[in-house]
């Protein structure tokens, strides 16, 4: 059975606790989109283990990894990342790079950092990774991948496009420094070095071998459907696609290699950076949410913003991100809440119109007000908890409400970061 691991809101839903557990049963496991703007966090013989673009399946001995197609790559994290692995004796020999992944140049981060501090009102919030500028110039054809590295007539003609172009952009839009091809060729060797012991040139055979031989492939998705870049709540998003459609293109295999996506989200919903937020809590219970489920991101250290869980969006991931279940994380935050908010339905405030669809036009977004029903806590702590039927009556009739509302099965429930802290409520191991 080959599994997509998605993150059905606005990423941190945990999609790094399942893919590692799921990664236990793959054979293959493709990260598929992104770049280090995610965090992904995994909790293991009690260690915690950071990761960014490298595949959470690295844990395992014995597994390829894929830095896939669709992934932007920024070189001097990347080898941060590595070496971070290597010093904690991770065995990271069957990490694979796509030659057909994105690199992000200096330019891009520079542009990045640039566009934020100038943007005022139109902010985002981005990680600051260069993520948004490198996937322009992809769609522009102006970008650099991988595989140029190794080619030095290549990246001598694409530079010789490339540059002119960017360095006009560099200078007269952003007044930023510019960069000389031999500036960027010596760095480009320095990439080529770096990456030399994981690109895999053999990518296509590998991928067919492993659909010859039915092999279990696990897709991993970084930040979450919210986020989309065509779904999300644009502009306000990332700048790739996170839903379960993107596991193709971002991988190399087709809609036929998919039996199940999996949507990870968490009791409640978190959101970092700019945008529109219509269950967030900017109140004592948002703080108390923060407080117990740590919120604070991995990748950059900032605050998350918290709120209720919304239904409304959960429904649309649902149906964009193509999810088959959902692996809800971080209930466990709720064992000392006397009572729990689940939001059903928006209210727009203009005209008392009641939406239980989600209204794709964020603009509006400011206007709309959660519609809540009230669950009862359970007061218990579920941390230990390994079985469904154990789990508190309130805890699982909250389950299956959300079950009834988003019109598909819970198949994983977390109840706390470690890997063992994980009931199976349908077997999809
Ligand atoms: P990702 O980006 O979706 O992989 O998620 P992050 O790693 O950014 O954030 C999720 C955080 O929640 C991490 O610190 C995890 O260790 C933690 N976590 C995951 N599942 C659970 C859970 O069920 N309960 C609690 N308390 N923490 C969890
Ligand atoms: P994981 O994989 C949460 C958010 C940023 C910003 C917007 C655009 O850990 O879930 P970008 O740097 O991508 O151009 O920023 O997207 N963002 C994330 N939020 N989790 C992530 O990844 C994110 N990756 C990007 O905060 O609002
Ligand atoms: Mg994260």
Known sequence: ??????????????????????????????????????????????KTFKFHLIPSG?????????????????????????????????????????????????????????????????????????????????????????????????????????????????????????????????????????????VCFEWQKVLEDAKREGKAVLFEGAQGVMLDVDYGTYPFVTSSNPIGGGACTGSGYGPKMIDEVIGVAKAYVTRVGEGPFVTELKDETGGKIREIGHEYGVTTGRVRRCGWFDAVTMKYAVLVGGLTSVALTKIDVFDTFDEIKLCTAYKDTRNGEIYTNYPTDVFCHKYLEPVYET??????????????????????????RLEELLEVPISIISVGPDREQTIFKINIK
């Open 1 to 46: 059975m080959n599994k997509v691991v998605v993150g059905a809101q606005w990423g941190d839903e945990g999609k790094a606790k399942i893919t590692d557990l799921l990664a236990q049963n793959a054979d293959l496991i493709i990260r598929y989109q992104g770049g280090c703007n995610a965090g992904h966090t995994v909790v293991a013989h009690n």
């Open 58 to 198: 690295i844990l395992y001995e014995g597994k390829t990894c894929f830095i896939g197609a669709g992934t932007v790559i920024l070189p001097e994290y990347f080898e941060e990342e590595i070496q971070g692995l290597i010093k904690e004796g991770i065995d990271v020999s069957g990490l694979k790079i796509n030659p057909l992944a994105s690199i992000t140049m200096p330019w891009h981060t520079e542009i990045d950092g640039y566009s934020e501090n100038t943007a005022g009102k139109g902010k985002i919030g981005t990680t600051k990774k260069g993520i948004g500028p490198t996937y322009t110039d992809k769609m522009a054809r102006i970008g650099l991948k991988i595989e140029d590295l190794y080619s030095e007539e290549a990246l001598s003609e694409k530079l010789d496009i490339i540059l002119p172009l960017k360095n006009k952009q560099l200078k007269e839009v952003y007044g930023l420094k510019t960069y000389t091809k031999e500036e960027v060729t010596a760095l480009c060797r320095k990439y080529a070095e770096i990456f030399k012991p994981y």
């Open 375 to 400: 669950h009862k806590g359970w007061g218990v702590d579920v941390s230990g908890i390994r079985e469904y039927n154990n789990l508190p009556e309130n805890c699982k009739k909250y389950l299956s």
